[in-house]
């Protein structure tokens, strides 16, 4: 039992550790694996500057997995590139792990999402000197509008199309010494225009996978959030068979609860110094002290890590709106400040959700019979 307990603490550390990076800001959690990616075509690039984000699969509590197509999407720095978000298997339930923009690309869970994502880094472009350059022999461009290109054939190794790392069928692969330390980097999380391309794909209910069996009719776009037209590409067949759920109603309750309480308690806080600590719960003793001992040493370190995150976040927002008070800055730099500091928010209040209900689920010590002789807690 005490190693049990010792495994459990050791886990919930690692779960934290990764919690502090963003390419491991855990979204969603769910029972249910994620259908297969997918074979559709890229639709040609729509113009110098714009960054191929392949599509994947997302999860809507209501419904269940829908299709966020492909599309080509404006970095929103000179030398940011894309590292898509994936889902990954660990402790009994599939977590969606948010893709970010960094100088480099980190690790996206070994799937080979195509079109220059093969599994570990970017085949289809790179930056040079200030200017994107784009890989013909991967990516769909027209050289008459698109002057910055180059061609290195590229061999993909795979035709695996599964969509999720680890666990049962899923990809086995784990992030190289160089992916992680892409991770310390800064990073910036999903522009505007993909924000909205999710919640658009969320609101089709011809993207949902009980609709399309695997097989959706919007795979991939030109531009963001634009499902009609020409430019509109269609999958031309599922990744692999689709299997819908034994019980299309039956939901990871507590992992559910736990996504639903996070988000409406993101929804209310818009900088860091509105949020309040999660709520913990309180360990019932367990006749061992030791053990009692050491788990609220870990709760501790946790709840201290914590105050020194949102501590830190909440002075860095502060002195940006010191600045931008200062350089008296336009409606629009406000409201781009604004929208930055509440999603920023929103992914700390988040992270800090999950760590502690890993913890809570993983490293509270299992309670113990009472010593021979005595009689058991009540």
């Not at 855990?26 to 690039?45: N, T």
């Not at 794909?201 to 959030?225: D, F, H, V, W």
Request: hydrophobic letters at 30%; aromatic letters at 10%.
């Amino acid at each position: 039992m005490r190693v049990a307990a010792v495994r459990s603490i050791l886990f919930a550390l690692m779960m934290m550790a990764m919690g502090s990076v963003a390419s491991a800001q855990i979204g969603v959690q769910i029972s249910i694996a994620p259908p297969a990616l997918p074979v559709y075509e890229q639709p040609v690039c729509p113009g110098d500057g714009y960054i191929w984000t392949p599509g994947y699969w997302a999860y809507a509590e209501d419904g269940g997995y829908y299709w966020v197509p492909g599309t080509w999407i404006i970095a929103p720095e000179v030398g940011f590139l894309w590292t898509p978000g994936y889902w990954g298997w660990g402790n009994g339930f599939y977590a969606f792990h948010e893709g970010y923009w960094g100088p480099h690309v980190g690790f996206y869970g070994g799937i080979s999402y195509g079109f220059g994502y093969f599994g570990n880094g970017y085949e289809g472009g790179r930056w040079d000197n200030g200017h994107f350059f784009y890989n013909r022999s991967v990516t769909n461009i027209n050289v008459t509008n698109i002057h910055n290109v180059y061609n290195t054939t590229v061999i993909n190794r795979t035709d695996n199309r599964v969509s999720f790392n680890g666990g049962n069928g899923g990809v086995e692969a784990r992030p190289s010494a160089e992916e992680t330390r892409y991770d310390s980097e800064r990073h910036v999380g999903p522009v505007a225009a993909q924000r909205q391309h999710v919640e658009a794909a969320r609101a089709n209910p011809e993207l949902r996978a009980s609709a399309n069996q695997g097989r959706p009719p919007i795979a991939a776009t030109q531009r963001a959030g634009e499902f009609k037209g020409e430019n509109v590409v269609a999958a031309k067949e599922a990744g692999g068979a689709y299997h819908a759920p034994e019980n299309t109603g039956a939901r990871n309750e507590a992992a559910e609860h736990t996504t639903a309480a996070n988000t409406a308690a993101a929804a209310k806080a818009t900088h860091a110094k509105e949020l309040s600590p999660p709520t913990r719960n309180t360990l019932q003793p367990t006749g061992n002290a030791k053990t009692d001992a050491k788990y609220q040493q870990q709760q501790q370190k946790i709840v201290q890590q914590q105050d020194r995150e949102r501590t830190q976040l909440a002075q860095k927002q502060e002195a940006e709106h010191t600045r931008a008070a200062q350089q008296k800055v336009n409606d629009q730099k406000q409201q781009q400040m604004e929208q930055r500091h509440a999603q920023q928010t929103q992914q700390l209040q988040q992270k800090h959700e999950q760590q502690q209900t890993h913890f809570e689920s993983h490293a509270a010590p299992a309670q113990h019979s009472a010593p021979s002789g005595g009689s058991r807690p009540k």
